[in-house]
C-alpha cells in the first residue's frame, strides 16, 4: 500500500466511525486549460449532515475561455469513488474532461500525477483553512506540482484570468475570490500554491463559548449549535476539572434527549445539567471519538469581572452606582439614566447613552448592543410611572426607527426596553398591559437587582439578554400577569 493508498484509507476510516452522520458531498471545483486540456487548479469536496436537496448551490459560476468552476452534489456513498476518480487523475465534471494532474513544463515532459498526500484527523483539533461554520474537520490533501505552472501555460497568466473573470455579466474579483468565496477555502491560489484537492469531514457541532456558564449551586448551562438537529443529537459533553477545593472531577452526559430548535438555518440546543459546585471546567463536545469544540468556564469562586473590578477602583463597594439604581423613588432622572447605562456596561455590552447630549434629539436614553448574538436594546428610563409624559409612544416610534434601519428580517434582533427605579409592586397594571401589546421589555427595581447579581456574578452577557427577553409583560390564565411574576 502506497503512502497515498495508506491516508486515504484512514480518511475513509474516520468517516466510517460516524456512519449515516453525513448525508451529502458537496464537489467544487476551478479548472484552468493548458492548451486543450482542463485541469485542476482547486477542487474542494466537502461532507455535509444536510440531504442532496438542502446543500446550498452557487447559480452563477463562471466560464471563461480559459477558466471554468463547477459543483454538483452526492449521496454520500459516492465518496470513495470520487476520491478514486481524483487520485486516478480524471474526473468528469458536467461534460468537460478535468485532469487532475500537474501539466507538462517542458516540451520534452509529461505530465506527472499528484504525488502528494497529508491526513489529519479532527482530533487534532485545528481549524481547517476554511470559511464554514463549523471548521474543525477531518482533512484529506491530494497534491501536485506548484500553480504557477498552470499559469505559466495558460494564455496571458494569471492576470488573463483575473480579467475574465471581472468582465462577466455576473463577475467575480478575480481568481483569489472565486476561492475564496465559491469554493470557501482560505487561499489565494497565487503561483506559490500547490495545484490539489481538499476532502473534508467536517464535525458540523460547536459550543458557543461564552453562553457557557457554571452557577454558584453547580448547574451548568451551556448553548451548542449544529448544521441539523440529527447532528446535535449524537453529540456528546464530556467535562473534567476541579470542585471548589480542588479536587479533581470529570463525567459526561448526550445531547440526545434535548430540546434541539432551528434557529436560521441551524439547529440550536440551550440546556443544563445538574453537575455540583465546581470551580474550574473543561468542556468537551464530542461526535463519537472525535472533539468539535472546546470551552472552559469558571465557576463563582474563581471567576472575576473585570470591569466590575476596574469600576470599584472609582467606586468602593459600588455605593454610589447602586444609590442611583436603588435609591428612593424620587431618583434623579439624570442619575437614574447614567447608572443604566452602567449597568449594561458592566454586565459585558456595549452601550452608547444619548440622554446626556443635547444634539441626539428625540434619541432614546441609551441603545445597547451586542454584537456576538446581534442583539439591539432601545432602552428608555423612569423614575415614575412607566407612560410619565408619553415615554411608551415615544420608545415605540424610537424602535420603530432602529427596526427599520437595521432590517426587519434576518440575523439583527432588536427590543425596546423601559427600565424603570420602581419596585414591581408599583408598577401600573394598565402601563404594563400597554408595553406588553407592542413588546416592550419592563425592568423593575428588582430585575435591575438582578442583572447587577448576575454581573457581579462574572456571568456571561447572554444570562442578561434573556432575563431582558423575559419580561415583556404577558396575559395569564387569571389576567394580566405582569413582568415580576412570570
Known amino acids: 500500500m502506497t503512502t497515498t493508498d495508506q491516508h486515504i484509507s484512514a480518511f475513509l476510516e474516520c468517516v466510517k466511525e460516524l456512519p449515516g452522520l453525513w448525508r ?37 459560476w463562471p466560464k471563461t475561455a480559459n477558466l471554468f468552476a ?13 476520491i478514486r476518480l481524483v487520485s486516478a487523475g480524471e474526473y468528469n465534471a458536467g461534460g468537460t474532461r478535468v485532469v487532475f494532474a500537474t501539466p507538462p513544463e517542458g516540451p520534452d515532459k509529461s505530465q506527472r500525477p499528484y504525488d502528494y498526500a497529508s491526513f489529519a484527523a479532527a482530533s487534532a483539533g485545528y481549524p481547517r483553512r476554511v470559511r464554514d461554520r463549523f471548521p474543525i474537520a477531518h482533512e484529506l490533501i491530494l497534491s501536485g506540482g506548484s500553480a504557477q505552472t498552470l499559469y505559466q501555460l495558460t494564455p496571458g497568466g494569471r492576470d488573463a484570468l483575473d ?21 470557501g477555502l482560505l487561499d489565494s491560489a497565487d503561483h506559490s500554491s500547490s495545484i490539489r484537492a481538499v476532502f473534508l469531514a467536517p464535525l458540523e457541532v460547536s459550543l458557543e463559548p461564552r453562553s457557557c456558564s457554571l452557577s454558584a449551586g453547580g448547574t451548568l448551562r451551556l448553548k451548542a449549535v449544529a448544521a441539523t438537529p440529527s447532528v446535535g443529537r449524537r453529540s456528546l459533553v464530556g467535562y473534567s476539572g476541579t470542585n471548589a477545593d480542588g479536587t479533581p472531577i470529570a463525567s459526561s452526559f448526550l445531547l440526545k434527549g434535548r430540546t434541539w430548535k432551528q434557529v436560521r438555518g441551524l439547529a440550536t440546543c440551550e440546556t443544563r445539567e445538574e ?60 442619575e437614574f439614566e447614567r447608572a443604566v447605562a452602567r449597568l449594561f456596561v458592566l454586565a459585558g455590552l456595549a452601550v452608547d447613552m444619548f440622554s446626556d447630549d443635547p444634539r441626539a434629539g428625540q434619541a432614546a ?6 454584537d456576538l448574538t446581534s442583539t439591539t436594546l432601545v432602552v428608555e428610563c423612569t423614575t415614575g410611572p412607566l407612560n410619565q409624559d408619553g415615554k411608551l409612544a415615544r420608545l415605540k416610534k424610537r424602535m420603530a426607527d432602529v427596526r427599520e434601519a437595521i432590517g426587519n428580517t434576518g440575523t439583527p434582533r432588536a427590543q425596546a426596553v423601559i427600565a424603570s427605579s420602581l419596585l414591581g409592586n408599583r408598577l401600573a397594571a394598565a402601563e404594563l398591559e400597554a408595553a406588553g401589546k407592542d413588546s416592550m421589555a419592563v425592568l423593575s427595581r428588582e430585575d435591575l437587582e438582578r442583572i447587577l447579581q448576575l454581573a457581579s456574578d462574572g456571568e456571561p452577557p447572554d444570562l442578561t439578554l434573556d432575563l431582558v427577553r423575559d419580561r415583556v409583560p404577558r396575559r395569564g390564565m387569571s389576567g394580566l400577569i405582569g413582568h415580576w411574576g412570570s
Not at 70 to 82: H, I
Open 163 to 183: 480579467q475574465a473573470l471581472w468582465a462577466l455579466n455576473s463577475p467575480w474579483d478575480g481568481v483569489a475570490a472565486l476561492i475564496h468565496d465559491g469554493l
Open 365 to 370: 436614553d441609551a441603545v445597547v448592543y451586542d
Open 24 to 60: 451529502s458531498v458537496d464537489l467544487r471545483l476551478v479548472a484552468v486549460r493548458c492548451g486543450d486540456t482542463w485541469y485542476n487548479l482547486l477542487a474542494r469536496c466537502s461532507l455535509t449532515s444536510r440531504p442532496i436537496a438542502r446543500v446550498p448551490r452557487v447559480q452563477h
Open 70 to 82: 463547477f459543483q454538483t452534489v452526492y449521496s454520500v456513498s459516492r465518496l470513495p469513488e470520487l
Open 275 to 334: 453537575i455540583g459546585e465546581a470551580g474550574r471546567l473543561t468542556l468537551l463536545l464530542r461526535l463519537g471519538s472525535q472533539v468539535a469544540s472546546r470551552a472552559a468556564v469558571l465557576g463563582p469562586p474563581l471567576r472575576k469581572n473585570s470591569r466590575i473590578a476596574a469600576y470599584m477602583t472609582v467606586d468602593p463597594e459600588l455605593r454610589r452606582l447602586k444609590a442611583a439604581l436603588f435609591g428612593a423613588d424620587g431618583t434623579k432622572a439624570k
